[in-house]
């Protein structure tokens, strides 16, 4: 969509793959980061070697100057670690545009409150749910950052604004679907990541493909349930911010959850696992916030329990594993 004003919020990875997306729709972009080196990289030499090593960006406007990035942009991007983005977005909020509309790139919940990343957004900036955009589907930054072709869901309660956040990210290797379930779409998100480390965790402790196929279809039934309780339309876990967001990150070594589910299955505790992963494994925290939000919903979410004790109570994952499989008989259903 040639010409619209962007800003994206976040220098590491997703956002500055989403920002390369956008400006390949034809948006002019500025990328946002607190990181002076990154930003000065970005704009000068095309590239971001600390979270894209190896690729080449389009030609794009990058500042740590909030300010000077939010001027003007009708499409505001977030992309920064959940726990961080209430008090980063109040810091920025005098800054925005009127008639902005704001796009929530992270897969989490928050702690503390267990609000959906558009309701904090929402809160944040003070601006209505309407103006407020997720995007989510298997999305791994460093396959679209090598511009290799994958779908995803644009999801807000204005359609209008999801066709004009669609328009600005749709390029010959991403294609957005616009629908209005931010609930459902925004819960696949968090969720997957918390599945994507217990698979990582049955993985890494020598489980196969039986067991990885169990998890992923089992843990598809908690999101569904979770999200039916929540107001979620049925239609959106079968789509590709569900399943489709499922498979890439339970699949790939590329997910940062998967891949710290790995490590605490081979032995690393949790610690470990994240200097070894990174930090935005979203699914190490939101694990809490999900088992609670399920929790004053009565929604049972057994692999996320799971997930819990293991990372934060000290349960081995065989005793994980036993747990599951040891719960009474029922019959199979979609959400049962
Ligand atoms: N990487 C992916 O493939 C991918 C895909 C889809 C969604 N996401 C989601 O996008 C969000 C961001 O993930 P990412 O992969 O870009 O993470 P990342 O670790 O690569 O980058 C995070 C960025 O946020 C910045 N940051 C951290 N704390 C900050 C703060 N207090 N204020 C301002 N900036 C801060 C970091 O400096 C870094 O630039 C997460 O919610 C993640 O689940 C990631
Ligand atoms: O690296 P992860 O585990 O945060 O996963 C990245 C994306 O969410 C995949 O769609």
Not at 200 to 219: D, K, L, P, Y
Not at 260 to 268: D, E, N, P
């Amino acid at each position: 969509m040639s010409g619209v004003k962007a800003a994206v919020l976040g220098s590491g990875s997703w956002g500055t793959t989403f920002a390369m997306v956008m400006a390949d729709a034809g948006c002019d972009v500025t990328l946002w980061g607190r990181d002076e080196a990154v930003a000065r990289e970005v704009a000068q030499q095309h590239s971001n070697t600390k979270y894209l090593p190896d690729v080449e960006l389009p030609t794009m406007a990058a500042t740590t100057d909030a300010a000077a990035a939010l001027a003007g942009a009708r499409v505001v991007v977030v992309a920064i670690p959940s726990q961080v983005a209430r008090r980063t977005l109040e810091g920025l909020r005098a800054h925005l545009e009127p008639d902005a509309v704001v796009v929530s790139l992270m897969k989490g919940v928050e702690l503390s409150t267990d609000k959906r990343m558009s309701q904090v957004v929402s809160e944040a900036l003070d601006i209505s749910l309407d103006r407020v955009a997720v995007v989510s589907g298997p999305n791994l930054a460093k396959e679209i950052a090598n511009r290799q072709p994958t779908a995803t869901v644009v999801a807000c309660p204005d359609e209008d604004n999801a066709r004009l956040v669609a328009e600005s990210c749709s390029n010959t290797y991403f294609r957005p679907y616009t629908n209005t379930d931010v609930v459902g779409v925004e819960l696949c998100g968090a969720v997957k990541n918390v599945i994507a480390l217990a698979i990582g965790m049955a993985q890494g402790r020598g489980f196969g493909w039986n067991t990885t196929a169990t998890v992923i279809t089992r843990g598809l039934v908690e999101i569904t349930r979770l999200g039916r309780a929540l107001g979620a339309q049925p239609e959106t876990f079968a789509g590709l911010a569900g399943m489709g967001d499922l498979v890439a990150t339970c699949a790939s070594p590329l997910s940062r959850n998967h891949t710290l589910g790995k490590h605490i299955g081979q032995g690393m505790t949790l610690d470990e696992a994240l200097v070894a992963t990174g930090t935005t494994a979203e699914g190490v925290k939101s694990s809490r916030s999900v088992l609670e939000l399920a929790e004053k919903h009565g929604v049972d979410m057994p692999i996320t329990a799971g997930v819990v004790a293991v990372l934060h109570e000290g349960l081995s994952v065989e005793e994980m594993a036993r747990a599951l499989l040891s719960r009474p008989q029922k019959a199979e259903g979609v959400v049962s």
